[in-house]
C-alpha cells in the first residue's frame, strides 16, 4: 500500500501523531521515509484530510526533539557507535556515509547542523554526528530547532499549495477536457470534410476526361 492510502485510512490525529513520530525516529538516526511522510502528510491537508499547521508544527516538534535525543546519544556513544553501526548497517552507516557526513561538518560546522535537514543523508547523522563530534549544545539546538522549522513548516506550506492549486485545475479538468474533445471533433470532422471534397472534385475530373476521351473515340 503506497503510504498516502495508508496515511488516508487513519484519523487526522493519529497522521499527526505519525508524522512527528516518523521523523523524530529517523532524527534519531534510524533511517525512516521521514520526508515522504511529511509531503505526504501535506498532500492530504491539501484535500482538507488534516490541518497544515499541525503538521508542520508535529513535524517540527519531532525533527528538534528527535535530532536533541539523538546528539546525546552521539554524545555518550562516540565514534565507536557509529562503528558499531557501521559493521551492522553498512547500507546506512557505512565508512563512505560517515567519512561524507565529517567532511560536512568539518567543512561547515554549525550549518551542516541547519542544511542537514534538507539532505537525506545528513539529516539522519546531524544529530547523532554533532553529539560524537562534541559540538556545543547551544550552538547545535539553534541550527536544529531552525532546521527543523524552515524545513518542516517550509515543505509543508510549499506541498499544500501545489496541492491546492493541482486540486482546482483537476476540478475545472472536466471542462477543459470537453471543451477540448468538442474542438478535436470538429477539427477532425472539418479534415474529413474537406478530403472527401477533394477527392469528389478529383474524381469528378477523371470522370468528364473519360467521357471526352470515349466521345474523341466513336
Avoid at 521515509?33 to 519531532?62: C, F, M, R, T
Avoid at 539532505?119 to 539522519?124: E, P, Q, T
Avoid at 556545543?136 to 539553534?142: A, D, G, S
Wanted: charged share 15%; aromatic share 10%.
Amino acid at each position: 500500500m503506497h503510504i498516502n492510502e495508508w496515511l488516508q485510512a487513519i484519523p487526522p490525529v493519529a497522521i499527526i501523531i505519525v508524522v512527528g513520530v516518523v521523523i523524530g525516529v529517523e532524527s534519531l538516526g534510524v533511517p525512516l521515509p521521514g520526508e515522504i511522510v511529511l509531503v505526504s502528510a501535506a498532500l492530504l491537508s491539501a484535500q482538507h484530510v488534516v490541518e497544515p499547521l499541525w503538521v508542520g508544527v508535529a513535524a517540527s516538534a519531532g525533527a528538534i526533539i528527535g535530532d536533541t535525543i539523538g546528539y546525546s546519544i552521539g554524545r555518550k556513544g562516540g565514534r565507536p557507535l557509529f562503528e558499531r553501526l557501521g559493521r551492522r548497517f553498512p547500507r546506512h552507516f557505512g565508512p563512505d556515509h560517515l567519512a561524507a557526513a565529517e567532511r560536512s561538518f568539518q567543512r561547515w560546522g554549525v550549518w551542516a547542523v541547519f542544511f542537514g535537514r534538507f539532505i537525506a543523508l545528513l539529516r539522519i547523522f546531524a544529530g547523532p554526528l554533532a553529539g560524537a563530534l562534541r559540538m556545543r549544545y547551544p550552538k547545535f539546538l539553534l541550527a536544529n530547532a531552525t532546521g527543523g522549522i524552515v524545513w518542516a513548516g517550509g515543505t509543508t506550506a510549499v506541498i499544500y499549495f501545489l496541492g491546492m492549486v493541482a486540486e482546482r485545475w483537476l476540478q475545472r479538468f472536466s471542462w477543459v477536457g470537453l471543451i477540448v474533445a468538442v474542438l478535436c471533433g470538429m477539427g477532425t470532422a472539418l479534415i474529413v470534410k474537406r478530403r472527401a471534397a477533394r477527392q469528389a472534385k478529383v474524381g469528378g475530373a477523371v470522370t468528364v476526361e473519360s467521357e471526352t476521351v470515349a466521345d474523341r473515340t466513336r
